[in-house]
């Protein structure tokens, strides 16, 4: 068992660019999670999957952002046009059942 | 308003003595879930304990242990025998809904330091 895997662990982008993360989950995990986190809080919620079906996004997830578990394996995590404001940590959790979320090691992403 | 409460941004405990987090929560569900997570300086979120709202007693696992208190909506983390490596961001996190909802929310976090 190799954990969540998240990559890159960290991506520079210029503002404007499209960005694209990857998180590989726990094998057989069939949720999936994605949150945010900036410097000095808590993560933010941004959207979920089980198996390849995105079953909720947060206000949060502008028209910006896109996400998609194509075989409800790993999953990817879009920002186009990315503003300085989208600079953070952006972290995956799996979860075999409702309760439990392990979490990757996070993608750290900075816009300048 | 704020669904998840963390008053303490910093805590400071001796090695080898006990320390207690609070964290106090706002819901109108009945059925819902509270975790514990530690963040480490390497940046990777650790699950240490859940209490569902049902569960009649305090969850515990290992040197850690949940101090619910329903009526009160407070989930105060416990924290016994405290170590070096227990240093880190604790959060606070509650799951409204049954089961099948998936609406995570955490709080804004304590760092605890442990002292030598």
């Known amino acids: 068992d190799t954990g969540v895997s998240q990559n890159p662990r960290h991506k520079i982008t210029k503002r404007g660019q499209n960005v694209t993360f990857r998180c590989d989950p726990i094998s057989e995990h069939n949720r999936l999670y994605w949150y945010r986190q900036t410097l000095g809080q808590g993560p933010e919620f941004l959207t979920y999957f089980q198996n390849e079906a995105q079953l909720e996004k947060s206000r949060l997830l502008s028209d910006r952002f896109s996400a998609e578990r194509p075989k409800g394996s790993f999953s990817t995590l879009e920002i186009q046009r990315t503003e300085q404001g989208d600079s953070a940590m952006y972290l995956c959790?799996?979860?075999?059942?409702?309760?439990?979320?392990?979490f990757g090691a996070g993608t750290r992403l900075s816009v300048l | 308003a704020q669904k998840i409460t963390q008053t303490q941004p910093g805590m400071f405990v001796q090695e080898k003595e006990a320390v207690t987090l609070d964290c106090t929560y706002d819901?109108?569900?009945?059925?819902?879930?509270l975790f514990w997570y530690k963040q480490p300086s390497s940046g990777e979120m650790i699950f240490l304990i859940y209490?569902?709202?049902?569960?009649?007693q305090n969850a515990t696992e290992g040197r850690y242990s949940l101090n619910f208190q329903k009526a009160r909506k407070s989930a105060n983390l416990v924290i016994s025998a405290s170590q070096l490596g227990d240093s880190a961001m604790y959060f606070c996190?509650?799951?409204?809904?049954?089961?099948?909802?998936?609406?995570?929310?955490f709080g804004p976090g304590t760092r605890l330091s442990v002292l030598p």
């Open positions: 959790a799996s979860s075999p059942k409702e309760n439990i979320q392990y």
């Open positions: 996190a509650m799951r409204e809904g049954d089961n099948y909802g998936q609406n995570f929310v």
């Open positions: 819901t109108s569900d009945q059925s819902y879930g």
């Open positions: 209490q569902g709202s049902y569960d009649e």
